[in-house]
């Protein structure tokens, strides 16, 4: 049988070939005997034409085309042959040229320029270029010159099944109502396919599910995925999410056509199909009574299979005995319900409530699926009510008492009132919060409660006291607000220090000044001030007083001109009286200055005080003017300070007596190898001073310094200083190179006619042998210690 079938395709293949060919060789005919037709009625023409006269030359057209076919996707290792080119006026002798130029002429396509065939060196695809557009000719290997006219032709590539279609995404996620109709549109998928939609079924697509039966479908065509199950299979709470996967096929979706897939992941969204639950019908709680309004008592809930604001819920009490005496909120964020006080609860009057609270959805309920299923749901509440040990109780939440502020110590301002609420009604003992009463004004009856005055009271120092009382069994407080009475007991004074001016020349009547005045008492119809002028003075008549009648006065002027050289200052005194009882009164005192006015009334120039004041220093000026004296004091002494340091000590200190004096010798010199710093020979001997001894204070100079003559210096046994000074002053007058100023010059020389001689030992004479000292005794008390020096040691060296 298998044997039978092969032969019979073989046979139908067979047939299939040979009716091909003998098309294609019929269409050759035809086109053949219609292009000898065509030059036969070209050679008509010709010979029409001799017939004018004229003998017209006319080439044939030595092809006729217009277009090649070939298939892409060539995998043959030979070039694919496209076609022959043909022209009649090859003869076959090798003298024509065929050249091809266009699209890709030389590189993809390349023709024999002896024989005109054409061929293909390269792969072709469609998708990239559908067609190439070249031309063609024939000229003379030898001339170059162009036989035939340049002719265009197109090559076009025949399309095959090479490309898969393609989804325009490669994940779809996309979203449909839960409990949708059967065919509910869920979204549209599409593929697209490169190869040629004119050509064959390449590019026809078909759709099919390959994954998500039996829940969705696909339309083959349009690619649109439906749900393919009823309202009852598609719910949300049941299942959420489902992945299709979606397959598009060419070839109209024949055997042998390629095939793309893509996934679309589908979620059902939420419908309100479900109403709330409680998970328990009865729920407990218990609190104290002493628990406030507004406190959580507990809290319940129930549960919604929906999301969302479909699963949003409400809680309110619908019934019970509590129904007034509990509340309950919603929770937005847990979707729970909060069961809270609602009055103060009293465990002496109810031990127990009962609630009966209802649960809803906000949001409108699908009823299509619920049957006869209740859209609201119910619940039992019971709240116990523990007996708490509760303060005493006030009858009141505050008291306000009032007392006159001159009310006598142990005056009883009031009463408080406090009782134990619990059923064993303890005493209670009251006392005040001295937090509130510092000053310990008030004090409290520890067993009644009656509040009374313990210091004097003073309303202008605080007109309220707010003080606490306190109940105890436990501890309780209740406030009491104190308002002192006023007392008329302040007298009203001027409202501020009142000074005004008035011209010289004026006229009598004129207001020069508008007084008020201040009470710090606080009468209950308020203030009522009189004023008036005082009875005694010589001040009445110059100046009167008007009561304005609105707690305000005005001073008047009683003459028409004033002399400010007579009295330049009037001191006014003004009686002010309030209206209270008991009739209080002061006097005030309004300064008027007598001023030079100008025409129009302004002040010119006031008194003499005035004036010198105006032409005076500021007080700022005067503490100018000190700074800088103490500046350039400061400045002076540090001058000074500064001076005396610079100012050198002399050298003798007292010009009276230089015989008992010790002469300073700063200058240390430079040591024993210094010859010229200063000669000792001087302090030994003054005979011992070189004639030729140079001045050490000016440049020496060979011309400058002859020798000096001295006088010889008189014996120590006839010479006394003054000899010796004199001297030495007429020899510094007679000395040319002496400088132009005054010198000091220090002589070494002693003198003579002392008994003691020199008591140098540089320049003594004597030996050291023994000596007798005991007439230093005899000179004073000063040089007895010096004989005691000197004979000790004289006794020390004997011994």
């Known amino acids: ?52 006269g004229k003998l017209l030359k006319r080439f044939k057209r030595g092809w006729m085309w217009n277009q090649f076919f070939l298939q892409e996707e060539y995998t043959g290792s030979d070039k694919q042959y496209i076609g022959k080119l043909q022209s009649d006026m090859d003869r076959g002798d090798g003298t024509l040229k065929y050249i091809l130029s266009g699209d890709g002429a030389g590189d993809i396509f390349t023709i024999d320029e002896n024989n005109g065939d054409l061929h293909a060196n390269k792969r072709l695809d469609r998708e990239d270029k559908a067609y190439y557009t070249l031309r063609a000719t024939v000229v003379n290997k030898n001339t170059g010159m162009k036989l035939e006219p340049e002719t265009e032709f197109i090559v076009k590539l025949h399309d095959i099944n090479d490309n898969e ?61 439906r749900t393919a199950l009823g309202p009852g299979e598609m719910d949300r709470e049941k299942r959420e999410h489902y992945q299709v996967v979606i397959e598009a096929k060419d070839m109209a979706g024949q055997r042998g056509g390629l095939t793309g897939t893509t996934m679309v992941n589908i979620t059902l969204t939420d419908v309100n199909d479900n109403p709330p639950r409680f998970s328990q019908s009865i729920y407990q709680f218990s609190v104290p009574e002493s628990m406030k309004v507004g406190t959580p008592v507990g809290r319940i809930k129930a549960v919604d299979k929906d999301l969302g604001k479909n ?24 979707q729970e319900g909060i069961i809270t006080v609602g009055k103060p609860l009293d465990y002496e009057k109810t031990r127990s409530y009962t609630l009966e609270i209802q649960v809803q959805n906000t949001q409108i309920l699908d009823t299509r699926f619920l049957g006869y299923l209740p859209t609201k749901d119910m619940a039992t509440v019971r709240i116990g009510i523990e007996d ?66 313990t210091r004097p009271l003073d309303r202008e120092e605080a007109a309220w006291h707010n003080i606490s009382v306190i109940a105890t069994e436990f501890s309780n407080r209740v406030p009491v607000y104190i308002r002192l009475l006023d007392v008329n007991d302040n007298a009203p004074t001027f409202a501020s220090f009142y000074e005004t001016f008035v011209c010289e020349k004026t006229k009598a009547g004129q207001k020069i000044q508008t007084v008020s005045a201040v009470d710090a008492d606080d009468p209950a119809g308020g203030h009522k001030f009189f004023f008036s002028l005082a009875t005694e003075g010589a001040y009445r008549g110059n100046f009167t007083v008007r009561d304005n009648g609105d707690n305000t006065a005005g001073v008047l002027t009683r003459r028409s001109s004033y002399s400010r050289l007579h009295k330049s200052v009037y001191l006014v005194p003004v009686v002010i009286t309030d209206g209270d009882f008991p009739m209080q009164s002061s006097t005030g005192t309004l300064t008027v200055r007598v001023c030079t006015c100008d025409r129009e009334g302004n002040m010119e120039l006031c008194n003499a005080e005035a004036q010198t004041s105006s032409a005076g220093l500021s007080t700022g000026a005067l503490v100018a003017i000190l700074l800088c004296v103490i500046i350039l004091l400061m400045i002076v002494v540090l001058f000074a300070a500064l001076k005396k340091q610079k100012k050198k000590e002399p050298l003798i200190i007292s010009k009276e007596d230089v015989r008992d004096n010790v002469v300073s010798y700063n200058d240390e010199g430079g040591g024993e190898e210094d010859t010229q710093a200063f000669d000792i020979g001087a302090l030994r001997n003054p005979e011992a001073i070189e004639e030729s001894k140079q001045r050490r204070d000016i440049i020496p100079s060979d011309t400058l310094y002859p020798p000096l003559r001295r006088t010889a210096i008189p014996s120590r046994d006839n010479a006394d200083v003054r000899d010796f000074i004199n001297q030495r002053v007429q020899d510094n007058d007679n000395n040319p190179t002496a400088p132009p100023y005054d010198s000091l010059a220090t002589y070494a020389y002693e003198g003579t006619g002392s008994v003691a001689e020199s008591l140098s030992s540089l320049g003594s004479a004597s030996s050291e042998g023994d000596q007798d000292y005991n007439y230093l005794s005899d000179w004073g008390p000063r040089f007895r210690k010096l004989a005691d020096m000197y004979g000790a040691e004289d006794s020390d060296c004997d011994s």
């Open 165 to 225: 279609p393609i989804f325009t995404k490669e994940l779809y996620t996309v979203s449909v109502p839960e409990r949708s109709n059967m065919g509910t549109s869920v979204t549209q998928v599409t593929a697209t396919d490169a190869d040629d939609s004119m050509y064959g079924n390449s590019a026809k697509l078909r759709y099919s599910i390959s994954q998500g039966h039996p829940y969705f479908s696909v339309e083959p065509d349009t690619g649109i995925i």
């Open 388 to 453: 708490v040990d509760e303060p005493p109780l006030f009858e009141r939440a505050s008291y306000v008492m009032e007392v006159k502020e001159d009310a006598a110590v142990g005056t009883a301002v009031g009463s408080v009132r406090a009782m134990d609420p619990d059923g064993y009604n303890s005493p209670v003992r009251y006392s005040i919060d001295r937090r509130t009463d510092l000053d310990r004004l008030f004090n409290v009856h520890s067993g009644n409660g009656s509040i009374f005055i």
């Open 311 to 334: 699963a949003e819920m409400f809680y309110n009490v619908v019934g019970g005995d509590g129904l007034d005496m509990f509340d309950v909120i919603t929770d937005k964020d847990s």
């Open 1 to 52: 049988m298998s044997l039978f079938n092969c032969l019979t395709c073989l046979l139908v293949l067979l047939w299939a070939s040979l009716s091909l060919y003998l098309d294609a060789m019929s269409i050759t005919r035809r086109i053949v005997v219609e292009m000898g037709e065509m030059e036969g009625e070209e050679e008509e023409e010709d010979r029409d034409g001799g017939k004018g």
